[in-house]
């Protein structure tokens, strides 16, 4: 019975142990290919906005397309700045 419930524990142990690392574990950041394409994606749904007589869609495009810009941009900054730093690093 004693061996039962040190068992128990245990394995309430790892399992805490395992849910609580997950929320350690870094989220995937969009890199600076990924704010590219949503730059392109703004661009396209300003074009159509624009084409389909439809301000709203023209607005929410060119806002898209803006921040991803900037994001993209950013992201290319900081790249350049690690490998100012750090050096280049291999493919």
Do not use: C, H
């Not at 849910?19 to 990924?34: C, D, F, N, Q, V």
Request: hydrophobic share 45%; charged share 30%; net charge positive.
């Amino acid at each position: 019975m004693n061996r039962t419930r040190f068992s128990s524990a245990l394995m309430a142990v790892i399992l805490a142990v395992g849910i609580l690392s997950m929320g350690i574990a870094r989220p995937a950041a969009a890199s600076e290919k990924t704010w590219r394409y949503v730059t392109y994606a703004g661009a396209a749904a300003t074009a159509l906005g624009i084409a389909k007589k439809k301000p709203l869609i023209a607005a929410v495009g060119a806002a898209g397309g803006y921040l991803g810009y900037r994001k993209w941009k950013g992201e290319a900054k900081e790249r350049r700045e690690r490998e100012r730093r750090f050096g280049r690093r291999d493919r």
